[in-house]
């Protein structure tokens, strides 16, 4: 990794700790039988894509889950928590990285999110740290559901990059999943693939990027 001057960051998994496990048995609790099938890191029903894209709304997801477990009584709110439970929450110091990186990168998010996971994030962002999103931390947040597209695709990358004027060269891509990696890398865009146990305070370090 050399000359690096920007830094794009994926959210979940690399700022934002998920649980796949804790979601896949949620799915499981609501009447899905085939919840690691449904919905896992390598692969998910054909709904989420689109409510990344923002083309089906929240209460049209709920509305779908409510139609594949066949249960027409299930609530909002018992949907958004089963959906809500993959968010753990961001580890301590993660904030503090990031600003200390803002002050020798210029640093963007991209992430695939949608509706539901945003509200709750904004919400837990700000009942914990008193933040309002994470403008203040991004020069700027790229979110799959208010652009319309989502990794891999490319249109995702391109439009940061042309957007920002950044070279790819001198850009760095973190994130969680090899296949958003592996189209990053096609525009060449420097990557990294984080893998738990490692963090993004372990990698900085390591690096000696900060």
Do not use: C
């Amino acid at each position: 990794m050399q000359n690096i001057k920007n830094i794009i960051f994926d959210y979940g998994n690399v700022i934002f700790r998920l649980d796949f496990l804790k979601v896949q048995e949620a799915w499981k609790q609501l009447g899905i039988n085939n919840p690691l099938e449904f919905f896992g890191h390598k692969q998910q029903d054909k709904i989420f894509d689109k409510f990344d894209r923002g083309e089906v709304s929240a209460d049209e997801f709920r509305a779908y889950i409510r139609q594949i477990t066949g249960n027409s009584t299930l609530t909002n709110e018992q949907i958004n928590a089963a959906w809500n439970s993959i968010l753990v929450g961001i580890e301590p110091g993660n904030h503090e990285l990031l600003l200390n990186l803002k002050e020798k990168y210029r640093i963007f998010l991209l992430s695939n999110i949608n509706s539901i996971h945003f509200d709750h994030i904004m919400n837990y962002l700000k009942s914990e740290f008193g933040f309002d999103g994470n403008d203040h931390i991004f020069e700027k947040a790229y979110y799959s559901h208010l652009t319309g597209k989502r990794k891999p695709e490319p249109e995702i990358f391109e439009l940061v990059l042309q957007e920002n004027n950044l070279d790819p060269a001198e850009t760095l891509f973190i994130d969680d999943s090899p296949q958003h990696l592996a189209a990053a890398q096609k525009l060449g865009i420097q990557t990294f693939l984080m893998t738990a146990p490692d963090t993004i305070q372990q990698f900085f370090k390591r690096e000696q990027l900060i």
